[in-house]
């Protein structure tokens, strides 16, 4: 039935999203000229779409209008990744975007000049340190840099392009590089277009190296975190085999090893000025904009941005690979297999475009030849495809994990079946179709979606695309036949491939990059730059907050057998979303769970579990189920045209589904596999000992029923659960393009009884209180300890959430943070900490302080006293607390909570008890709160309270550290943590 989309997709932008975005596109190119006087590109007769300015400079610039909310999301890209790495210097493209958060000349500094002669000998050093011939040579010459390094740091602003953009009511402040690109990514509220304009434009227009050797400790924790995933060794497997000769396969974006412990500023500053100009940039706009006056503002800040007349790229190009080759990689974790083939990259369009039909036709979660001949018929534990977009060369990956006695092997064997079925065209003729009308529905999905908007335009940019190649990319995916896709695959499916085994085992080839020693920097948090208080200190005209009114923003009528039905319309797209909240969860019936995942691959009395699939992806149509502790919610999505036919299939599955026996003793065989491998990963573990802390050792993670429990749990006594749901109270949820008074009738339909049941969710767990100081740690084989120290605080209170936000703010928003300042910035301890106080779900549940560090296994004495010590001393400056302040008032007024967000906001608030959108109590508090009543809730709540910490790491390397000081130690085996 694959009505649940339980796997995840790893289809990336640049395939998929590039066609749903394209097939917008159904005019011709024009050039035009808006009223002052600038050039732009657009689609004629659709410029809604967006324009194409070019500056003199060759600074590419890409926006988008979406009135929606008060808002713009922005790109900076530079159009060179870790492809261009010198051999001597790689992963220097990825350090370098880490740099351009350190600021300049301008920015980050309170003296420069004084700063300056520090600087300059400090990347004197780092070249005579790489030239350095042996490793006392190599310290010695570190030793100077950390001393230097200290004296330098005085006169820093630490991470004052943080705390610039937060004054502005920045979001999402981040960015990432990979082969062919570096991408600075940003969302701000519209009024603050200008002021963001003129920080950004200052922060590229120079690079200073400061807090250099802090923030490298900080890449050697990222490098450490790659060398604890086995699919990075897969990766980096098949990357070196399909990619010879390529920087593909020659480099990878984090870097190797000795190139990160002998680093040069020298080639980092020459990489900037070589690559960092107009004509390898673009910025990229989608949101509350006005063309006319924001292409002005452009002009007037980056018009005079520097080129580079002189700037060529090399053109690489892989070694054929025609031959099948084989290797086996080891590591700790979940065993799989992975088959990948070559294709062009997202340079050739009509690549990209067959493929990305291709992927859409082997998987999509519901009638994919994967989804319907391998998973349906439960024939692997798990298969994903894997689409690895470059400009170059696109990587085509299945990853399938094997069944419990089940060989690799014969996996792969699978996977190559399934390839041929490809070549063959052993598939549904309507499947071609199905898709397409799958991509309308994604097109309506990313009309007004900003982060769809800004990615189809860097794509665009980066590949070297001008507007009338969407056009090209449109017609040609709506031509495709299944003779093309047969075609198609013949050509690029032979014995071309690379298969990698990942076997569990010791993976000798990992390598830790150990701490160099370093004095701890004395960061003046306070310190600003001259420009910094200036643009600062700039006024611009607040946006005023929207908050939710329920009673106007939804309209609710009740169905004859009083269940309420509660409508908001959707005036924007086609789009419809039908959501059934039933009264009946996991605390009501321990099974229902098992039930539920069960019939995922259960067809009814009339369809089978295949033709159920292919119905729900012809119509392009979603149903998912959610549970929680209270509720099953059943969403029906898709577009208004296919409503009746989704209600009808809907029925079809809760009236009419059908059990089968064999697919159950699968299905547990599968399940019991599956709970075995999720043991293997950390993260859950994490969380497990969480709920292990706050609700004692039987709890909501571990309470699950046994494997022999499962495999005696009767099928047919499952389906009737099933059946059974909509015999208790629920309420009905629409959100479409249909006036409220068109739904009744179909609403009132076979799923609503005449008399429902009613039955309140027993509370089954108690929370713990926290009386004494402990540690609970758990054996992984990782070379970084996480750490995560739990407080309890008191029980949901409306008046407590404006306090939790500021902490929240203050100890885990961004480069400014307090956590990451002081243990990343100043003693380069990890390469994430931060802290929160994490709301509760449920008015009777409580707040918790969840304070978190990844570090180095011999520097978690250091990292857990630091953490410690911030979590027991008010650190926290007047300036701090104000900046805090104006960012969760500016995000609450640029917030607008809109369409079916609505009614989510409307149940979230209900299960807390509340009638009103608490923001509006929250904005008002904030705005009141003065710094000693914040330091007073501080020294309450925060400041030595007692805690309990989890460890999650290799056991020799825990136990090295002192940690009898902290609380006493507790051992929790894998069983205690599970329940299995």
Do not use: C
Not at 656 to 666: F, G, P, T, V
Not at 674 to 682: A, F, M, R, S, T
């Amino acid at each position: 039935m694959l009505i649940k989309s339980k796997r995840f997709s790893w289809v990336l932008f640049g395939l998929i999203l590039n066609i749903f975005l394209f097939s917008l596109l159904r005019a011709d190119v024009e050039l035009k000229t808006d009223k002052n006087g600038y050039t732009y590109e657009t689609v004629k007769e659709n410029e809604n779409l967006g324009r194409l300015y070019t500056l003199p400079n060759g600074l590419k610039v890409y926006m988008a209008q979406n009135k929606l909310k008060p808002v713009i999301e922005t790109r900076i890209v530079v159009g060179t990744g870790s492809k261009y790495d010198p051999s001597d210097n790689t992963g220097l493209a990825h350090y370098l975007e880490h740099m351009m958060f350190k600021g300049n000349e301008i920015i980050g500094t309170v003296n420069w000049e004084a700063e300056k002669p520090y600087i300059e000998e400090i990347t004197n050093l780092y070249e005579e340190h790489k030239k350095a011939k042996t490793q006392k040579e190599k310290n010695a010459v570190y030793a100077r840099i950390d001393k230097l390094s200290y004296e330098a740091a005085k006169y820093a602003a630490p991470n004052e392009l943080d705390v610039i953009v937060k004054s502005i009511g920045g979001k999402k402040y981040n960015a990432f590089t990979n082969n062919d690109e570096t991408v600075y990514v940003l969302e701000i509220p519209s009024n603050e277009l200008e002021r963001w304009l003129e920080l950004e434009r200052t922060r590229f227009g120079g690079l200073v190296l400061r807090l250099f050797h802090t923030e490298l400790e900080t890449v050697y924790e990222e490098f450490n975190q790659n060398q604890d995933n086995d699919f990075f060794w897969v990766i980096n497997d098949i990357n070196k085999r399909l990619y010879s000769g390529h920087p593909y396969g020659e480099k990878t974006t984090i870097g190797r090893a000795e190139d990160l412990k002998n680093p040069s500023m020298t080639a980092i500053m020459d990489f900037y000025n070589k690559y960092y100009v107009a004509n390898n940039m673009a910025i990229i706009l989608s949101g509350d904009i006005d063309y006319d006056n924001t292409i002005k503002l452009l002009t007037k800040y980056w018009g005079d941005f520097r080129k580079n007349d002189k700037l060529e790229f090399k053109e690489y190009t892989a070694k054929d690979f025609t031959k099948i080759a084989v290797d086996t990689v080891e590591g700790r974790q979940t065993d799989f297999v992975a088959v990948a083939y070559r294709f062009d990259g997202e340079i050739n369009q009509s690549e990209s475009v067959k493929l990305g039909l291709l992927a859409e036709m082997i998987q999509n979660d519901k009638a994919g030849l994967i989804d319907l001949n391998v998973l349906q018929k439960q024939k692997v534990l798990s298969l994903e495809k894997v689409i690895l977009s470059s400009r170059d060369y696109t990587t085509f990956m299945l990853v399938g994990i094997p069944k419990a006695g089940q060989s690799l092997e014969d996996v792969k064997n699978i996977i190559l079946e399934e390839i041929n079925n490809l070549k063959t065209g052993n598939y549904n003729d309507d499947l071609i179709q199905s898709v397409k009308n799958n991509v309308e529905l994604g097109r309506e999905q990313a009309k007004d979606n900003n982060g769809y908007l800004v990615d189809r335009f860097k794509n665009l940019f980066i590949n070297n695309k001008n507007m009338d190649s969407m056009l090209a990319a449109e017609t040609e995916f709506d031509s495709l036949t299944k003779d093309d896709m047969v075609k198609f695959s013949n050509d690029r499916f032979k014995d071309n491939y690379v298969v990698v085994y990942k076997k569990t085992g010791e993976n000798k080839l990992k390598v830790s990059v150990e701490k160099p020693k370093i004095t701890p920097l004395d960061l003046n948090n306070a310190n600003r730059s001259e420009f910094a208080k200036e643009l600062m200190n700039e006024k611009t005209k607040n946006i005023s907050p929207k908050f939710l009114d329920f009673k106007k923003d939804m309209q609710s009528f009740k169905l004859p057998n009083k269940n309420d039905v509660y409508y908001i319309k959707n005036t924007t797209s086609d789009i419809f979303k039908l959501a059934y909240v039933i009264d009946r969860g996991s605390y009501n019936d321990r099974e229902l769970k098992i039930a539920l995942n069960y019939s995922d691959y259960l067809g009814t009395e009339n369809y089978t579990p295949e033709e159920f699939g292919e119905m729900l992806y012809k119509n392009a149509l979603n149903i998912s189920v959610d549970m929680n502790s209270e509720n099953v919610i059943i969403v029906l999505s898709g577009l208004d045209k296919s409503f009746e036919k989704g209600l009808e299939i809907l029925q079809d599955y809760v009236l009419n589904i059908k059990a089968d026996s064999e697919i159950y003793k699968n299905y547990t065989d599968d399940l019991i596999t599956g709970k075995n491998e999720v043991k293997k990963n950390k993260n859950v573990a994490i969380n497990g000992i969480s709920n292990y802390i706050m609700y004692g050792s039987k709890n909501p993670f571990n309470d699950v029923p046994s494997n022999e429990e499962i495999k005696n749990m009767d099928p047919d006594e499952l389906v009737k659960k099933i059946k059974d749901l909509f015999n208790y109270k629920h309420e009905v949820f629409y959100f479409g393009p249909r006036d409220i008074s068109t739904l009744k009738l179909p609403l009132n339909n076979n799923l609503e009884v005449k008399n429902p049941k009613t039955e309140k969710a027993p509370d089954k767990y108690k929370e713990q209180n926290i009386t004494e100081n402990k540690i609970y740690y758990a054996n992984y084989d990782s070379i970084q300890n996480d750490i995560m120290i739990l407080s309890k605080e008191g029980k949901f209170t409306l008046e407590m959430l404006p306090y939790s936000m500021l902490y929240s703010t203050l100890y885990s928003e961004g480069l400014s943070s307090i956590p990451f300042q002081r243990l990343r910035e100043g003693k380069a301890l990890a390469y994430s900490a931060y802290s929160y106080i994490k709301s509760p779900d449920k008015r009777d549940n409580s707040f918790y302080l969840i304070s978190y560090i990844g570090t180095q296994s011999d520097k978690t004495d250091d990292a857990i006293s630091s953490f410690k010590g911030l979590l027991d001393e008010f650190i926290v400056t007047e300036d701090q607390f104000i900046k805090a302040k104006e960012l969760i008032l500016k995000n609450i007024e640029n917030q607008r909570i809109i369409k079916d967000d609505i009614y989510q906001a409307y149940l979230g608030n209900r299960r807390l008890g509340l009638k009103d959108d608490p923001r509006k109590y929250v904005y008002n508090k904030v705005k009141s709160m003065t710094y000693g009543e914040f330091k007073v809730f501080f020294e309450e709540n925060i400041s030595n309270q007692k805690y309990n910490m989890i460890i999650i790491g290799k056991k020799e390397n825990i136990l090295k550290a002192d940690l009898e000081k902290y609380g006493t130690l507790k051992e929790l085996k894998l069983e205690e943590i599970f329940g299995y």
